[in-house]
């Protein structure tokens, strides 16, 4: 049964950084695109960021609300994909959810064949 497990949250205050992690486990990592969406409370989940099997930067989303603070990276030989979030702010509080799919690079949670628990990341003001 494939699980991914998320890891890293916490409570942090803006401006502050933070690095989550996804291990993959009865999934074949190397042939997945892989990703992250987040659910702020009352709000519809979101993508934030996907990277494909190859990792190459050609082949790397994120949202316009995260570009330039937030960085997707993969380790391959660790089945492991971290999100490194810069410069937090109050609105990136939500639950992270790590996601994995094959095919192209897609934006919408319907895109995704496996999710996460997710985690929690709270910034506050």
């Known amino acids: 049964q494939v699980q991914l497990v998320e890891s890293g949250g916490g409570s942090v205050q803006a401006g502050d950084s933070l690095r989550l992690s996804c291990a993959a486990s009865?999934?074949?990592?190397?042939?997945?695109?892989m990703g992250w969406f987040r659910q702020a409370p009352g709000k519809e989940r979101e993508f934030v960021a996907a990277?494909?099997?190859?990792?190459?930067?050609?082949?790397?989303q994120y949202a316009d609300s995260v570009k330039g603070r937030f960085t997707i990276s993969r380790e391959n030989a660790r089945d492991t994909v971290y999100l490194q979030m810069n410069s937090l702010k109050p609105e990136d509080t939500a639950i992270y959810f790590c996601?994995?799919?094959?095919?192209?690079?897609?934006?919408?949670?319907?895109?995704?064949?496996?999710w996460g628990q997710g985690t929690q990341v709270t910034v506050s003001s």
């Open positions: 996601v994995a799919t094959i095919g192209g690079i897609v934006r919408h949670t319907a895109g995704y064949l496996f």
């Open positions: 009865e999934l074949d990592f190397d042939y997945y695109n």
């Open positions: 990277l494909d099997f190859s990792a190459s930067t050609r082949k790397i």
